[in-house]
């Protein structure tokens, strides 16, 4: 493969007796599209003590990442065109990788009143989305539904019945009870799809549903599909990798929203990845301050750090099983989501982007989260032996980790 002025030029050619370039060794790795995240939070504006574009995207590129899109829930709210430019252009001076900014569905993300969705979209938003907090009217989700269709604008829904929630801190069953904390009922997710997939199907326009975790949430989604519903769907890797027992010894690193489920719900979300009920795999790279973590867990903020391992993590529990290919895994973490937010990204062709990960599958590493280049390290995956290292990854015809080290 060729790469010049930041773009793919040539294809299968033997660079061995060309001058002048500049050659990688991809003997024994797989030479991958650059990931496309559709969903994860850079805290920029508002919490840069938590993370920022720069540091955000660091991580971002040490997991094979070339492309991210980022949640408006920073403060303030990324809900006009101010916030969408600040994003882009503090993202073309200080980002490592691609930054895409997701609006906000409504105004400062309270429920009341729809952005200016055009407005967003013109500013060069990607999607719309209130992540963080569900929309609660029925009512105003239809708006956003038949308003965004207009200008192409891809609608994410956290879906969350915010009573049924009621304040619980992790998945409802045998679990909480036990560790005497209250629980989220897995109705809270999968009354809230049912309400979307409804009114997606009734106004006969798409929508995305964000970090699926339930086994029946699969099979409202699966169902609609077969309806011919305009849906799709996307899930995290730490809801295909470990359960509700990870919150054990009150482990605030695995407090996460939705809650971590039971392993039927684990075995669900990789069927739904299998048969494509599920079409991406996204981060929700959510990190938090140390001290916003360590404390109590009904206190401690919800969200863990996504971006090192996701790669890692897909490949250990859904390819090495042969649950899914590489290449169905380059469909759920390039292809889709590229698709999905209108990207020109996630495939390798002739005049595209150089946007590269080169991936060694079978070497086996153990997580060490003091390691990340994230501010934040609150992940529950710390000392987990994963398989899959990212050895280069190039964004834009620049190489900006090789040989496993951040240049």
Do not use: W
């Amino acid at each position: 493969m060729v790469i010049e002025n930041g773009r793919i030029t040539e294809i299968g050619k033997d660079l061995q007796e060309q001058p002048n370039c500049d050659l990688i060794d991809a003997t024994g790795k797989y030479i991958l599209p650059g990931l496309v995240d559709a969903h994860c939070h850079l805290r920029d504006p508002g919490f840069e003590y938590k993370e920022d574009i720069e540091s955000g995207t660091r991580s971002a590129a040490m997991g094979g990442f070339t492309s991210v899109a980022c949640m408006p829930n920073t403060n303030p709210v990324i809900d006009n065109q101010a916030m969408v430019k600040y994003v882009i252009n503090k993202g073309k001076h200080e980002a490592l990788v691609n930054v895409y900014p997701i609006g906000a569905i409504s105004k400062g993300q309270k429920g009341e009143e729809l952005s200016e969705i055009g407005e967003l979209k013109f500013a060069g938003a990607v999607a719309v989305s209130d992540d963080g907090k569900p929309v609660r009217s029925a009512a105003l989700m239809k708006k956003v539904l038949q308003y965004a269709s207009m200008f192409d604008m891809t609608v994410i829904s956290h879906c969350e019945d915010l009573e049924l929630a009621d304040e619980g801190v992790m998945n409802e069953g045998y679990q909480s009870t036990v560790m005497g904390l209250k629980g989220i009922p897995s109705a809270a997710e999968e009354v809230m799809v049912s309400r979307d997939l409804i009114l997606a199907e009734y106004t006969k326009t798409p929508i995305h549903l964000a970090h699926i975790s339930t086994e029946l949430s699969v099979d409202l989604i699966r169902n609609a599909k077969k309806r011919g519903v305009k849906v799709t769907a996307e899930t995290c890797p730490h809801y295909f990798s470990i359960t509700e027992e990870a919150c054990s010894g009150f482990n605030t690193y695995a407090k996460v929203n939705p809650p971590l489920r039971t392993q039927k719900d684990v075995d669900a979300v990789i069927d739904g990845l299998r048969d494509g009920t599920i079409d991406i795999i996204a981060t929700d790279h959510a990190p938090h301050h140390y001290d916003e973590k360590n404390v109590e867990f009904n206190a401690a903020l919800n969200g863990m750090v996504g971006f090192e391992t996701a790669l890692p993590l897909a490949i250990t529990n859904l390819v090495r099983p042969g649950h899914i290919t590489m290449e169905k895994l380059v469909e759920k973490m390039c292809v889709n989501p590229s698709k999905i937010l209108g990207l020109n990204k996630g495939v390798l062709d002739i005049g595209r982007p150089a946007d590269i990960v080169i991936v060694d599958v079978e070497e086996e590493y153990t997580v060490d989260i003091q390691k990340f280049q994230s501010k934040a390290k609150n992940s529950p995956f710390d000392g987990y032996r994963l398989y899959g290292t990212v050895n280069c990854t190039i964004v834009n015809g620049k190489i900006v980790v090789r040989e496993k080290v951040l240049l």
